[in-house]
């Protein structure tokens, strides 16, 4: 087994793996192989737009079985603009784990990081027990409160509802709306016309 970053010709395989290991369809595409045409072609977000700084595994017939993509994007701190690594799409077939494969790829990752002066990483973690092991740890916390709507006083409002249409001048209002709503917000992200693209084109946006 050896770890690199991987070629354009082997982005098709990777998402194979992606898909493998995730049991699911990813990149709303329906196949490795469209996810793949994406990234060549139109990539929409941050992470498509870096991926061919995704790092894999191989195994001796240079198929990949494992992987660990990663992208920088720019994040707010302590009232400034630091730069934050992105992690995404972490998968391992059978046969890479407990090979340490992925811990391989993370001290890559997190030594470029280190000497490009990028102070922050993060993900949205499966395990936090398993990631702690690389040094993450929990930031974000929920809390849920579920109260009975009778409990609510009536509240008057003003305003209007009306469906988002894909316009220029809904997205720069909801740009707005964000940028406002954020800008106090330690490591929120710097959302710029690829984070939009993921928030606007890939999701609903009244989620």
């Not at 198929?63 to 920088?72: E, G, K, Q, R, S």
């Not at 799409?89 to 790829?105: E, I, Y």
């Not at 990081?113 to 929990?138: D, K, N, T, V, W």
Request: net charge negative.
């Amino acid at each position: 087994m050896h770890i690199r970053t991987i070629r354009p010709q082997e982005i098709a395989a990777v998402r194979a793996l992606c898909f493998t290991a995730f049991e699911a369809n990813i990149d709303f595409t329906s196949s490795p192989q469209a996810s793949a045409e994406q990234i060549l072609h139109a990539p929409l977000t941050r992470m498509q737009q870096q991926y061919l700084n995704t790092f894999a595994a191989f195994d001796e017939q240079e198929n990949p079985i494992a992987t660990v993509a990663h992208c920088t994007q720019r994040a707010r701190f302590d009232g400034g603009i630091v730069q934050m690594e992105a992690i995404g799409d972490v998968a391992s077939l059978p046969q890479a784990q407990g090979t340490g494969a992925v811990r391989k790829m993370f001290a890559e990752i997190l030594q470029q990081a280190y000497q490009q002066e990028i102070p922050f990483s993060y993900l949205y973690p499966f395990s936090e027990g398993y990631y702690a092991r690389l040094g993450y740890s929990c930031c974000v916390k929920n809390h849920i409160w579920r109260l009975p709507l009778s409990h609510l006083p009536a509240m008057s409002y003003e305003g209007v509802c009306r469906p988002y249409l894909a316009d220029q001048q809904m997205e720069e209002a909801l740009e707005q709306v964000y940028s406002q709503a954020a800008k106090d917000w330690n490591l929120s992200v710097v959302r710029e016309q690829p984070e939009w693209n993921r928030q606007l084109r890939l999701f609903t946006p009244f989620k």
